[in-house]
């Protein structure tokens, strides 16, 4: 078993990387003398989408950085799981790019396509983070002196979460209307963000019963 620190280098340096190509997608608009405020306005949909994606990675970043400290260690198992969840982390400025683009454009039709898109990327995102949990539950020689298999079984309900509510959310963006959709996946980020602790810990609970670290 491996010291978990090159691993969460490594897996650092990824989002530090992804999370700072989110911001090629904004650009200083064309304009005419007097002009310059209609047209910054006009780019309002490359900055939402910027600023969903910054907050998500930020928020994939966070449960990351918990998750690890329920381990005290690292196997190849677990790289090639977390090779999984960088690889999710790094498309993500491609559904990115897509959905500024159709929220510009204005065409319903295209941004139902983004906003399934987006929806797509974000459940299989949540595939790894439960791959991740199932090994630690098998493999309890890898977890840290504090943690139990009740509290690892418990967090795999925040992935299973996340991979039938994004999926349901893409359908009710695609379905009903995308803009809902989009509502749905910002609800979800927020979701995450709120429990990147742990349910227990989070603020649904006021923090109570949680681990500390």
């Known amino acids: 078993m491996a010291d978990t620190g090159r691993l969460a280098a ?99 039709d295209d941004l139902r396509v983004a906003v399934v898109m987006y929806s797509v990327a974000a459940a299989l995102m949540s595939a790894p983070w439960l791959l991740f949990f199932a090994y630690l539950r098998r493999h ?5 002196s504090h943690v139990g298999r009740d509290e690892v079984r418990r967090q795999e309900a925040r992935p299973i979460t996340g991979l039938v509510l994004y999926g349901l959310t893409g359908l009710l963006g695609w379905i009903v209307n995308p803009m809902l959709g989009l509502a749905g ?14 349910v227990r810990a989070g603020l649904f609970r006021g923090g109570r019963g949680g681990r500390r670290g």
Do not use: C, K, Q
């Open 185 to 198: 996946i910002v609800v979800m980020i927020i979701y995450h963000g709120l429990t990147s602790e742990g």
């Open 140 to 144: 309890p020689t890898v977890l840290g």
């Open 10 to 108: 490594f897996s650092d340096a990824v989002f530090a990387i992804v999370i700072t190509l989110l911001v090629l997608e904004l650009r200083v608009p064309d304009f005419h003398e007097g002009e310059l405020a209609g047209s910054i306005l006009e780019e309002t949909p490359a900055f939402f989408a910027f600023v969903v994606s910054f907050v998500y990675i930020g928020v994939l970043w966070l449960n990351h950085h918990a998750v690890l400290r329920l381990v005290r260690g690292t196997t190849l198992g677990l790289n090639w799981i977390n090779l999984g969840i960088l690889f999710g982390v790094v498309v993500i400025p491609f559904p990115t790019a897509v959905l500024a683009s159709a929220l510009d454009d204005g065409n319903a």
